[in-house]
């Protein structure tokens, strides 16, 4: 299981990161981290739930809310730089 431990730790450090971004007033808004741990829980139930199955349409609304939010974060991170 080195790989799904990999996968974990791998997990984990990006909801480390997410959190001070969230937690850092100003940096991101209250919407994207919402909409963040929406995706996070149909993430997970579709990985360890074994009877539930995504529709499409959750599929396109997870990748496109993982597209604003990536977008949100880089003008976060060039925030945070200056």
């Known amino acids: 299981m080195p790989e ?17 971004l969230f937690e850092n007033k100003g940096y991101i808004e209250e919407t994207y981290a919402k909409a963040f741990a929406r995706d996070m829980q149909l993430r997970e139930r579709a990985d360890y739930d074994v009877s539930y199955r995504a529709c499409e349409e959750e599929a396109e609304s997870v990748i496109e809310d993982a597209e604003r939010f990536m977008e949100r974060v880089k003008i976060a991170l060039e925030t945070m730089r200056e």
Not at 5 to 18: G, M, P, T, V
């Open 4 to 20: 799904y431990a990999d996968y974990i730790a791998r997990a984990e450090e990006a909801l480390d990161s997410a959190k001070i």
